[in-house]
Nanobody, 115 residues
Framework: QVQLVESGGGLVQPGGSLRLSCAAS????????MGWYRQAPGKLRRMVASITTDGATEYADSVKGRFTISRDNAKNTVYLQMNSLKPEDTAVYYCNVDPPRGHYWGQGTQVTVST
């Protein structure tokens, strides 16, 4: 059974940092690009960052220069380092393969940026 488990979210003040982790079961990581996605209240889920199997990365314009995606294939884990957080980064963050598959979505992890 394929499972993705996100962790590391929380409440942080503007300008702060968080590091999200996504642990995968099964063989999902091997041969697949991975992505982080987020969904804010009342908005569609959108990709934030993606990383290929050989480490090439892409970012949404809104997070370029602030977020960094990385992966550890030996641990079947993908990370999202988020710096200089803004209130508009508040959302539930999910990981999935890129492009995403519906049955892979996990529970996500809530990130709230607020004073």
């Amino acid at each position: 059974q394929v499972q993705l488990v996100e962790s590391g979210g929380g409440l942080v003040q503007p300008g702060g940092s968080l590091r999200l982790s996504c642990a995968a079961s099964g063989t999902i990581f091997s041969g697949n690009a991975m992505g982080w996605y987020r969904q804010a209240p009342g908005k569609l889920r959108r990709m934030v960052a993606s990383i290929t199997t050989d480490g090439a990365t892409e970012y949404a314009d809104s997070v370029k220069g602030r977020f960094t995606i990385s992966r550890d294939n030996a641990k079947n884990t993908v990370y999202l380092q988020m710096n200089s957080l803004k209130p508009e980064d508040t959302a539930v963050y999910y990981c999935n393969v890129d492009p995403p598959r519906g049955h892979y979505w996990g529970q996500g992890t809530q990130v709230t940026v607020s004073t």
